[in-house]
Antibody, heavy 119, light 107 residues
Framework: EVQLVQSGAEVKKPGESLKISCKGS????????IGWVRQMPGKGLEWMGI????????KYSPSFQGQVTISADESINTAYLQWSSLKASDTAMYYC????????????WGQGTLVTVSS | DIQMTQSPSTLSASVGDRVTITCRAS??????LAWYQQKPGKAPKLLIY???SLESGVPSRFSGSGSETEFPLTINSLQPDDFATYYC?????????FGQGTKVEIK
């Protein structure tokens, strides 16, 4: 069974750094893209970017380029989303999701990581 | 970026109704269109990919169609479990983009 398990909720102050994780299991991690999606409170889904763990090829949405960094460590089947300096507007739920070749889009999702940024 | 527009934004319906949600793309995306269902506090769930392919395990009352710029999602005989928010998403080109969502409410 394919599973994506995300790290737990975080409460941070503006200006702090943060790295959240997404661990895949039940499939060959290095050969499926992993993407990140933001959902601000009460709002819709926003595609942030995607990484291919096998070679770390990464694509970002222009809206998030330079604001976050997506990375992956295929040796431990884990993808990451990180911020160097959080803002209050980064408060949101963040989902990771797998993109296999069969569907071409996100077929399995993590449970979400709630990030709260408040002074 | 390709803009995805869903209509309506909210839909009120009764159990047993047939409902249709439409997604329009600002330019042609061929058939690279997916539909997701999201319930409060839960992650989205893939229903349809490549415009009309039903994801494994998804009930057959869900169906998708369309190509290029217009894509309907139809739910035949709405069930209590179907009251949720639905999102379309294009994956024709980066950045992938989602529609704003359609909330299906109980009438």
């Amino acid at each position: 069974e394919v599973q994506l398990v995300q790290s737990g909720a975080e409460v941070k102050k503006p200006g702090e750094s943060l790295k959240i994780s997404c661990k895949g299991s039940g499939y060959r991690f290095s050969t499926s893209w992993i993407g990140w999606v933001r959902q601000m409170p009460g709002k819709g889904l926003e595609w942030m970017g995607i990484i291919y763990p096998g070679d770390s090829d990464t694509k970002y949405s222009p809206s998030f380029q330079g604001q976050v960094t997506i990375s992956a460590d295929e040796s431990i089947n884990t993808a990451y989303l990180q911020w160097s300096s959080l803002k209050a507007s980064d408060t949101a739920m963040y989902y990771c999701a797998r993109r296999p070749a069969v569907t071409g889009t996100f077929d399995s999702w993590g449970q979400g990581t709630l990030v709260t940024v408040s002074s | 970026d390709i803009q995805m527009t869903q209509s309506p934004s909210t839909l009120s319906a009764s159990v047993g109704d047939r409902v249709t949600i439409t997604c329009r793309a600002s330019q042609s995306i061929s058939s690279w269109l997916a539909w997701y269902q999201q319930k409060p506090g839960k992650a989205p769930k893939l229903l349809i990919y490549q415009a009309s392919s039903l994801e494994s395990g998804v009930p057959s009352r869900f169906s998708g169609s369309g190509s290029e710029t217009e894509f309907p999602l139809t739910i035949n005989s709405l069930q209590p479990d179907d009251f949720a928010t639905y999102y379309c998403q294009q994956y024709n080109s980066y950045p992938w983009t989602f529609g704003q969502g359609t909330k299906v409410e109980i009438k």
